[in-house]
């Protein structure tokens, strides 16, 4: 499956980006998705993750009432809602895709990558 992440940008303190990622190729509709982001000199980090039917949805704290992850499997697209936006949110944020039903927040068990999208965020 190939992932395409986009929507970034940039944006002040207190504003709203919905990032989306597109699946092509073998259907996203079975994979439990997740949101990751890497700031400059940083470990990536789990962002946020939902389950392969969308019932069931997780987040870091650091995004929880900030952040909401959703999909939709008809148009194999997954969607990152983020309000209230701080400074501490500006990364590259990366969709990726886990073959496995069980959800993870391990980067290292994803299985496909999307190529990133930039999210600055300025005070």
């Known amino acids: 499956v190939q992932l395409q992440a986009f929507g970034g940008g940039l944006v002040q303190t207190g504003d709203s980006l919905r990032l989306s990622c597109a699946a092509s190729?073998?259907?996203?509709?079975?994979?439990?998705m997740g949101w990751f982001r890497q700031a400059p000199g940083k470990e990536r980090e789990f962002v946020a993750g939902?389950?392969?039917?969308?019932?069931?949805?997780y987040y870091a704290d650091s995004v929880k009432g900030r952040f909401t992850i959703s999909r939709d499997n008809f148009q194999n697209t997954v969607y990152l809602q983020m309000n209230s936006l701080k400074p501490e949110d500006t990364a590259v944020y990366y969709c990726?895709?886990?073959?496995?039903?069980?959800?993870?927040?391990?980067?290292?068990?994803?299985?496909?990558w999307g190529q990133g999208t930039q999210v600055t965020v300025s005070s």
């Open positions: 990726a895709a886990r073959v496995l039903y069980s959800f993870s927040s391990d980067l290292r068990e994803y299985d496909y």
């Open positions: 190729g073998r259907t996203s509709r079975r994979y439990v």
């Open positions: 939902i389950s392969w039917n969308g019932g069931s949805t």
